[in-house]
């Protein structure tokens, strides 16, 4: 009995959660999908938006730099447009078929005893659609998504469980550039005493905004002082160990300022991390925890 009580007392893991990025993260940059996805972000702020394309590259630069992401930028500087249409255009055309299952990064995922979560700036397709190429739909307990931080007919989260579920956005259809005047976010900083504190904000809740984060956890309902979170953005990383989390830098051996730990690949996240392994397979419960299938909708 002494030695039963032993065993079914093994440590409690550190963590309740392993938050986990998507896109470079759990397949390399060098898929393409990352570059054709920026080729089609100009495509469509030329195409749609009607910039002119010799403006694209420093305009693209200081969106992304100051919002998070080049749609977050449009959206304050004030076009307006569909999101599920902008996502159809960025996302609908790039080269899934450079994504191949990976049976070993699926069987590290299903042997980790603990939960796992999808934590992207992308749509909920676009997530769906990776992860399936991947092979990899059923190692996650939930995706938190471009509509799960920002909800169409949603003000707020809410401590509800329909409001960690979500389908879609459902915004009306058609792109058109807004009428009424467009930031000039060059001209605006390259004036010598420009303030950043000075640009529009954005509508767009996304990564690496602290409180897109601090969302992200109270919607999915984690301790972030229990949660480990993997990214390959260097700034994601630091916004979100300002908010308590434990970081993993992905795509890269050496640390950087934010991160606790750093992974050439996903691949070597035994090799580095082992105590994720340990501390609660030895119990029955742990060992089924990870081979539980779920649905590919987006929960948290």
């Not at 030329?46 to 998070?68: F, H, P, T």
């Not at 080269?95 to 796992?116: A, F, G, M, W």
């Not at 992308?122 to 190692?139: N, T």
């Not at 925890?289 to 779920?294: C, E």
């Amino acid at each position: 009995m002494e030695f039963e009580n032993r065993y079914m007392q093994v440590e409690r893991s550190k963590y309740d959660c392993l938050l986990f990025d998507l896109d470079d993260t759990l397949y390399p940059y060098s898929s393409g999908l990352a570059t054709a996805c920026g080729n089609n972000i100009k495509d469509y702020m030329v195409e749609k938006l009607g910039i002119d394309r010799s403006k694209i590259a420093e305009l693209g630069n200081l969106l992304y730099k100051n919002y998070g992401t080049t749609m977050a930028g449009l959206r304050a500087i004030g076009y307006d447009f569909d999101y599920d249409e902008y996502h159809r255009f960025v996302h609908g055309r790039l080269p899934y078929e450079n994504l191949k299952p990976d049976p070993v990064l699926r069987s590290l995922l299903l042997s980790l005893p603990i939960r796992k979560v999808i934590f992207t700036n992308a749509d909920k397709i676009h997530a769906v659609k990776a992860l399936s190429k991947l092979g990899l739909e059923d190692c996650f307990q939930g995706i938190i998504c471009f509509e799960t931080l920002n909800p169409i007919y949603k003000s707020a989260a809410s401590d509800d469980e329909d409001d960690i579920q979500f389908t879609g956005s459902k915004s009306s259809s058609g792109i058109t550039t807004c009428k009424h005047e467009i930031f000039d976010i060059v001209k605006h900083l390259s004036q010598p005493k420009a303030s950043t504190s000075e640009l529009p904000k954005t509508p767009i809740v996304c990564k690496p905004s602290e409180p897109a984060i601090e969302k992200a956890l109270k919607i999915g309902n984690i301790n972030p002082h229990r949660t480990l979170f993997f990214e390959d953005s260097v700034r994601n990383i630091q916004a979100g160990k300002c908010v308590g989390l434990d970081t993993v830098l992905v795509g890269n051996s050496q640390r950087t300022k934010g991160a606790d730990y750093a992974l050439e690949s996903i691949h070597n996240i035994r090799e580095a991390l082992p105590e994720l392994w340990t501390a609660r397979t030895m119990t029955p419960e742990a060992s089924n925890y990870g081979k539980v299938a779920v649905e590919t909708s987006v929960t948290a």
